[in-house]
Structures are given as C-alpha cells and as structure tokens.
C-alpha cells in the first residue's frame, strides 16, 4: 500500500511539474528538498540539526544534501516501485 502511495505522490508531484512547465513555458523538476520544505520546514531544518549535531555534519553534506537536491519525483518512484514490486502477491502455478 505504501508503495502505491508514493508512487501516487510521484504521480502528482510530475502533475505539478508539468502545470508549472505550461505556465512559465520553461521545464524545471522540484528537487525533493524543496518539495519537502514546502510542505513542512521546521521538520527539515530539525532533520538538519540532528544529524550535523549527533550523527555527523560531513554525513549531512555528502549524503542528505545530494539526495534532497535530486527531482522529488525520482525520490518518490524509486521506493514505491521498490515497495510495490517487493510487496506484491506471488501468482500460484496453475497446471491445469
């Protein structure tokens, strides 16, 4: 289920993409830590602190930082397809 909802959100987030593309006549894909901050700040800027305060500042600029900055729509396809396809139903093997 959980797979099918990001892919959803993937979904819409390209939904948006396009509507901002027709309207400014120039493509640009939301990186996912825009998106993310958009829809709740203080929970990255919180995310931020922790990790350069109790995990490691050089784990939030080489890691966290790269991936937030990839298109949000490839943050979300990659572990919904992954969730869908992991979690979906094995067929049984009809020999009749």
Known sequence: MLGWLLLFACLAVLVGDGVTALQT????FVAGGELWYRLDPGSLNLLQALVERYVSSWLWDKIFVPGLLLPA?????IPGLLLSFLARRKRRARFF
């Open 73 to 77: 729509f490839l943050l979300l396809m």
């Open 25 to 28: 006549g120039d493509l640009r």
